[in-house]
């Protein structure tokens, strides 16, 4: 299955798919056929990417696959659109926090931009980091933020092939970082850098700049502070106050939080049995897995792949972006299950054939999800059996 001795088959598969995808133009015009093409496209590179030690060759194979999705029009997601709008909220002066891109006093800034944004009642829920972006890129439009998270997908790669050759390539040629950073600019690009950065990085203090960096960004890289030294906590801590204190307020993410939910692995399963409680009782599972496994392992590595893994194993809102917080801890770890998930991930987006502009919904199937996740859950325990059964280094 891998180890083949050049990329050949699995660049070509990348290069096809990418420019198949740029040539249907609007994804979300052409749900369908898109997703056929990806999921073609990420079967095969998972099954030929090669085991060749080459970073610069990683990084070249990289920014060609990304190249022509530049071209795509960027419609598999809205968030890039949000991004774009609350850089022009703090530039007049407004906080995205305390007003929502719907609110009364915002109606002047109310533009085409404006008219892009998802869930417009609803405040910010980003990051300091991710706010001060907002504000720098703002005059670049939706194309500056997915020219910066293909930049930092591409150093991914890299950061990935200099540790295990096999998970860089893995990064470079399969569809799922590619899209979402080329065609939908997601933060994800640029924290999924970080958190990389965090896990590689040689010296203690560098790592935990980059977690904290990372949490800053999108919050999941932030578990692995715990793993600094002790010392260390209270000033990540104060630092992290005095940015967030001053304007940062929590009605976005509880909104998130309580209601949001799409596309979720174990929560319509345990919906079905405990009803609203369900979601609940799923925080206080990832919270138990995430304890666990700080007080089992020092391992940052082990800690990213747990930690990002029951995030998306538990949340009831998987978005195909999702996937690419645990697919980057299991590619440091060789874990392959999470590779089977990369691949079928994006046949999410399905949904997008259901989709109704007039009233940006869209109707879900149970087909989806089984599509999906199953081969994702029979890849896992497969695994977990054959390590409890042969164990020894995990290897890509």
Not at 88 to 106: K, Q, T
Request: positive net charge; glycine residues 8%.
């Amino acid at each position: 299955m891998y180890g083949r001795p050049v990329p050949a088959a699995a660049l070509a598969a990348a290069l096809l798919g990418a420019l198949a995808v740029a040539t249907l133009g609007d994804p979300r015009a052409h749900a369908l056929p898109f997703v056929a093409i990806v999921l073609a496209w990420g079967g095969i590179v998972a099954l030929t990417a090669p085991d060749l030690p080459s970073p610069a060759r990683v990084v070249i194979a990289a920014v060609l696959v990304r190249l022509p999705l530049l071209l795509v029009t960027p419609t598999l997601s809205d968030d890039v659109w949000r991004y774009v709008w609350e850089g022009e909220v703090w530039r007049a002066g407004h906080n995205p926090f305390v007003s929502a891109p719907d609110a009364p006093e915002l109606a002047a800034l109310r533009d085409a931009v404006w008219a892009n944004v998802n869930h417009r009642h609803v405040p910010s829920i980003y990051p300091p980091i991710a706010q001060l972006l907002f504000v720098l890129l703002s005059g670049g439009g939706v194309l500056a933020w997915r020219l910066l998270a293909s930049a930092c997908d591409v150093g991914t790669a890299w950061m990935l092939a200099r540790e295990r050759p096999t998970a860089g390539w893995l990064w470079a040629l399969l569809p799922l970082p590619a899209l979402e950073a080329a065609v939908s600019g997601h933060l994800e690009g640029i924290g999924v850098a970080c958190l990389v950065a965090a896990v590689v990085s040689r010296r203690p203090l560098a790592a935990g700049a980059w977690a904290w960096a990372g949490a800053m960004v999108k919050l999941l890289p932030g578990v692995l502070l715990v793993l600094d030294r002790p010392r260390r906590w209270p000033f990540w801590g104060l630092l992290t106050l005095a940015v967030t204190l001053p304007f940062v307020r929590v009605d976005g993410f509880e909104t998130y939080r309580a209601s949001w939910a799409f596309n979720g692995s174990l929560h319509p399963l345990a919906e079905a049995v405990a009803g609203p409680g369900a979601r609940t009782a799923l925080q206080v599972v990832g919270a138990a897995v995430v304890a666990g496994i700080l007080l089992r392992s020092r391992d940052r590595a082990r800690v990213a792949l747990w930690t990002t893994g029951a995030f998306v194993i538990l949340s009831p809102t998987v978005h195909p972006w999702y996937v690419a917080w645990p697919l980057a801890a299991a590619l440091l770890n060789g874990s392959r299950a999470w590779i089977v998930l990369a691949v079928t991930a994006p046949g999410a987006y399905v949904v997008l054939s259901t989709y109704d502009p007039a009233t940006s919904a869209w109707t879900e199937w149970v087909g989806t999800r089984i599509l999906v996740y199953t081969p994702f859950y029979l890849a896992l325990l497969a695994e977990g059996w054959a390590r409890l059964t042969r164990p020894g280094p995990a290897a890509l």
